[in-house]
């Protein structure tokens, strides 16, 4: 029964590979019209990051709550970042193809993508992560991006070792490359930089876990101000939930005493 029994870590480990691989078909195929692939990003990151953190749930049925949860901030923020994007390429092309001092320019365009691939790479998971406004949740990743500056520079390697691999690797090595993107690749990477996320990144504007036991009064008064600690722009949008149900616990339990 050994490495087939379920509860072997050798089942665990195939069970988590087979769901990797049905999320990264289910993003390839969901993708196909394009516009909705930052949709698919936050699902697969809202997926990946309960993975990270050992929470049990069903891929197919996280992935699509996420999915319809979050289209229309996703399609938006998407929208945004790809005419930006094909805006900064198309730049980046005709100053490559100038003569003279305008040559130059090529330089601030090579920083615009970098700082383009900074935010890109944070927007969907905080977006998968955290309830917000689509103009706060795009700021919040530039600044989150900045301050994580070391792990931000890693991600963005991990982002773009497949691509650099099918550029610039034998065509034996990019054929392997490419069945792997196919069937694993965009969810192994997402998983890969989820877990930056979870224990690098986003413990510093989330409430630390208490483990002693604190009264009710207590325990909404730490969360509150943790939230408050971590960053204030998360906070701007009045209709969050989590603050709100907050709130009226502490007020509650004033109110009992």
């Known amino acids: 029964m050994g490495i087939f029994n379920p509860d072997s870590k050798f089942s665990q480990i195939m069970s988590r590979v087979f769901d990797l691989m049905i999320m990264n078909l289910i993003f390839i195929f969901t993708s196909i019209p394009i516009v909705t692939i930052g949709v698919n990003y936050t699902a697969m990151y809202y997926v990946t990051l309960k993975m990270v953190k050992n929470e049990e749930s069903y891929v197919w049925k996280s992935y699509w709550k996420s999915w319809r949860q979050n289209f229309k901030q996703a399609l938006g923020i998407w929208m945004i970042f790809l005419l930006l994007g094909i805006f900064l390429v198309m730049d980046l092309y ?5 003569t003279g ?5 090529r330089y601030v365009f090579f920083v ?3 700082i383009y691939g900074m935010v890109l790479t944070y927007v969907f998971p905080v977006l998968s992560r955290f309830d917000n ?14 301050r994580h500056l070391p792990w931000t520079i890693v991600m963005l390697a991990i982002n773009l070792l497949p691509l650099i691999i099918l550029i610039f ?9 490419s069945f792997a993107m196919i069937f694993l690749g965009v969810a192994v990477v997402a998983l890969a930089n989820s877990w930056f996320f979870v224990n690098k990144i986003f413990p510093y504007y989330m409430p630390a876990e208490e483990e ?5 009064l207590e325990e909404s008064s730490r969360v509150l101000e943790a939230m408050d600690q971590a960053n204030p722009d998360f906070l701007e ?18 109110s009992e005493v």
């Open 212 to 216: 002693e036991e604190l009264s009710e």
């Open 94 to 98: 005709l100053v490559n193809h100038m």
């Open 237 to 254: 949008n009045s209709g969050n939930p989590a603050k709100d149900a907050i709130e009226d616990t502490a007020a509650d339990v004033d």
């Open 101 to 105: 001092p305008a040559t130059y320019l």
């Open 169 to 177: 690797a034998p065509a034996s090595v990019a054929s392997i490359t």
């Open 133 to 146: 406004t689509v103009r706060n949740t795009i700021k919040n990743s530039l600044l989150m991006s900045i």
């Open 112 to 114: 615009l993508l970098f």
